[in-house]
């Protein structure tokens, strides 16, 4: 069998982990199965077995569904059996996910140096590996909770249960009906979008088009594809489907193919020769993940003075794009090309071309046709947009903390604690500035 042998699988995780832009694996099935919890088959054959105790045609067509491969429409036949009840659905969903049985055999892999873990499965193999190797549990994100919304402003390691979580079994994606309610959750989509524009993530545990990285994958090509960002990696065994390699390819996802035979040990054994070549230091305080506000830091003085400029009333991202492209424009002290134009703020934002061309045109229409930039033909030139507001305004907020701080605390504040204040009211106008700018 072709594929990388276990010293090869090192290299390559050594060399994505020292040289990509905020590392973070992409946890599947087969990471799960890795501390011995079931397979996708695996569990709908578990739940086909729980229905042969209440009807017998509900657990045959079960098994007719997973036969043809159809996991989504199995788990819907389970789920609308009118015979389990619904308190015993939920717990025989749950139960096999509950005590994974040996988490002690993902321990080098969560003690690679990753910015950040996300992850399909359900169970919490994952976090009782990380505790036992570093005596704290990991930080987490959790589908449907609030720190899945609060997800994108961490720098900090944490591990996101992106598809739900064991011990709330109602949380937990199995279905048809469950997927669509994560495509309606903005929250959901608000932390794919931040890993895969912010984070280089390397696939791991995927070796089919199971749903779960089906529906990831739909959500890459429907919402951020095409011109995907190209620093993410899969590690796939070189007996992966077909169709999963083509698809990965095709979203600029580079596909390293290892030698699967000996249940993946080229894959398992590679993650430990990894592991040995960091230092425990090295994995145990690992680097906060840094994101590109120092890209767009310029355009927030920008930004803001096209705030106040302005009189109507409009989207507050809007106003922050607007900005933006006023910076751009003020930057190059010539007349620029909507195509150059497009290029400098795509470049700035990770977005996909379609997206930047569309956000682009409108907004330069928009600010044409208020009189702060001159359309001649393809090129764009700035009128001028300045000012000290920003500063003033920020200015102004520091002093307010400093005399609260004198008045509650009775504390007077020295010119470095000034500094300090001001950079942080700066970071949070330039981090919810950043937040707006991104969103769909």
């Known amino acids: 069998m072709s594929g990388m042998k276990a010293a090869a699988v090192g290299d390559a995780l050594y060399e994505f982990l020292t040289s990509r832009r905020n590392p973070a694996l992409f946890a599947g099935a087969g990471v799960g199965m890795r501390a011995g919890l079931p397979s996708w088959s695996e569990l709908i054959e578990h739940l086909a077995t729980v229905a042969d105790s209440y009807d017998s045609l509900t657990a045959q067509l079960i098994r007719k569904r997973l036969q043809d491969g159809h996991f989504l429409n199995a788990a819907v036949v389970y789920k609308s059996c009118p015979e389990i009840p619904v308190g015993e659905k939920y717990r025989q969903i749950a139960m096999p996910f509950h005590a994974p049985p040996d988490s002690s055999r993902l321990r080098p892999l969560v003690t690679l140096p990753f910015s950040a873990i996300f992850t399909t499965n359900y169970d919490r193999s994952i976090h009782d590996a990380y505790a036992a190797s570093f005596g704290r549990v990991p930080l987490t994100v959790e589908l449907g909770d609030p720190t899945m919304k609060n997800a994108p402003f961490l720098a900090d390691f944490y591990v996101a249960r992106v598809h739900g979580r064991v011990e709330v079994p109602e949380s937990l994606v199995l279905d048809e009906d469950d997927y669509h309610r994560t495509e309606r959750d903005e929250a959901y989509f608000d932390l794919l979008r931040h890993a895969f524009t912010r984070y280089s993530c390397l696939f791991v545990g995927f070796s089919f088009i199971d749903p779960a990285i089906n529906r990831i994958l739909q959500v890459i090509e429907n919402r951020l594809a095409p011109n995907f960002p190209a620093f993410h990696a899969a590690l796939l065994p070189a007996d992966a489907d077909g169709h999963l390699t083509a698809r990965l390819t095709a979203l600029n996802i580079q596909v390293l193919e290892y030698d699967p035979a000996t249940a993946h040990a080229a894959l398992w054994t590679g993650v430990s020769r990894a592991a040995h070549q ?163």
């Open 278 to 440: 960091f230092t425990a230091t090295e994995k145990a305080d690992r680097p906060r993940a840094v994101f590109p506000l120092g890209a767009v830091q310029p355009f927030l003085a920008t930004s803001y003075a096209r705030a106040k400029m302005g009189q109507e009333l409009q989207p507050l991202r809007d106003t922050v794009v607007e900005g933006m492209i006023l910076g751009i424009l003020a930057q190059a002290h010539d007349a620029v090309t909507m195509e150059a134009l497009s290029a400098e703020f795509r470049k700035l934002l990770g977005l996909p071309q379609d997206q930047v061309s569309i956000i682009v045109s409108r907004r330069v229409a928009a600010l044409s046709q208020r009189g702060w930039c001159m359309v001649v033909g393809d090129s764009v030139t700035s009128i001028a947009v300045g000012g000290n507001a920003l500063q003033d305004d920020i200015q102004v907020l520091v002093e307010g903390v400093a005399n609260r701080l004198l008045v509650r605390e009775q504390l007077a504040i020295t010119p470095v604690m000034s500094s300090q204040i001001s950079g942080c009211i700066e970071d949070a106008l330039l981090i919810r500035g950043w937040d707006l700018v991104l969103q769909p």
